[in-house]
Nanobody, 127 residues
Framework: QVQLVESGGGSVQSGGSLRLSCAAS????????MAWFRQVPGKEREFVAA????????YYADSVKGRFTISRDNAKNTGYLQMNSLKPDDTAAYFC????????????????????WGQGTQVFVSS
């Protein structure tokens, strides 16, 4: 099991940028596939982006493709989500998630593929 702590959330105007961080502790972070999800009150938690532990392949939701970039620094046990050109629709609580030795590729966007979760960090984008 790995413990995850998100940081970097805050308030920003439309068009602005934020970088979220996900600090991991516990088992070797390098063997974990990592993802970001987001949730607004009353809605399902939705997939944002993922990065596989093997090969570093990345995957994005259509709504963020071209604006968000997921990355990781295994030496620092930290994952990142760089968010550019933010829109009010990006307002949500953002959660970091991890899966040891990765997930089945076809399920990489599924919440149930990730056993380990952080507590979330809030992002607010004003128009």
């Amino acid at each position: 099991q790995v413990q995850l702590v998100e940081s970097g959330g805050g308030s920003v105007q439309s068009g602005g940028s934020l970088r979220l961080s996900c600090a991991a502790s516990g088992r070797s972070f390098g063997r974990y596939s990592m993802a970001w999800f987001r949730q607004v009150p009353g809605k399902e938690r939705e997939f944002v982006a993922a990065i596989r532990w093997r090969g570093g392949y990345t995957y994005y939701a259509d709504s963020v493709k071209g604006r968000f970039t997921i990355s990781r620094d295994n030496a620092k046990n930290t994952g990142y989500l760089q968010m550019n050109s933010l829109k009010p629709d990006d307002t949500a609580a953002y959660f970091c998630a991890a899966s040891y030795s990765g997930t089945i590729l076809s399920q990489i966007r599924e919440k149930l593929s990730y056993p380990d979760w952080g507590q979330g960090t809030q992002v607010f984008v004003s128009s």
